[in-house]
């Protein structure tokens, strides 16, 4: 198997294990003592889930024998529009620990700058792989999702329950 053939086989399966870590969907357990949630945790969630769909459809494609570039600019302009919604769907009172059903963790409001920090590096790569997705080259796409998908991990390593 040539290099290329070879690079070109592997490359769609090392993209996806990138992307799978973005994908997950949001868990917890519902504490009875918080009363009703707050739309804004259901947004939130609802935003997250929309990241992790949108990187399923990226994953698709760069698996697919002739990926739809057209959908991977979409994907990506979704992602980082949803990125840039981020910081706004926390506000104070709204942690798991407030007994609400969210893997928010305490963290995100006792190290604040920290959270930003997290948050603008995911809406710089986002709009890197926006970039890359609008140049209609899946192999870029394909290449950078490993930096993508780590300011996913940076944010739930310090500011996500990892419940698993």
């Known amino acids: 198997m040539s290099t290329s053939r070879f690079a070109k086989f592997l490359a769609p399966a090392f993209a996806a294990s990138f992307l799978a870590a ?10 009875a003592a918080a009363g009703p949630e707050p739309a804004v945790i ?3 969630q609802d935003n997250f889930e929309a990241i992790g769909d949108s990187f399923k459809a990226i994953r698709t494609q760069l ?3 002739s990926p739809d570039t057209a959908i991977i600019l979409a994907s990506a302009s979704d992602i980082n529009t ?18 609400y059903d969210t893997e928010a963790l305490p963290a995100i409001w006792a190290k604040p700058d920290e959270f930003a920090e997290a948050h603008q590096m995911l809406v710089d790569r986002s709009a890197e792989m926006v970039k890359l997705a609008e140049a209609g080259d899946p192999a870029a796409v394909g290449a950078y999702v ?5 300011a996913c991990k940076n944010c739930h390593d310090s500011f996500r329950l990892d419940d698993d």
């Not at 973005?22 to 504490?31: H, L």
């Not at 949803?82 to 007994?99: C, I, M, N, R, Y």
């Open 82 to 99: 949803a990125a840039q919604k981020v910081e706004g769907h926390f506000p104070e009172g709204t942690s798991l620990e407030d007994g």
């Open 146 to 150: 490993k930096e993508l998908g780590g």
């Open 63 to 65: 698996e697919s024998g």
């Open 22 to 31: 973005c994908a997950g969907e949001p868990q917890g357990e519902t504490q």
């Open 42 to 44: 259901d947004e939130r």
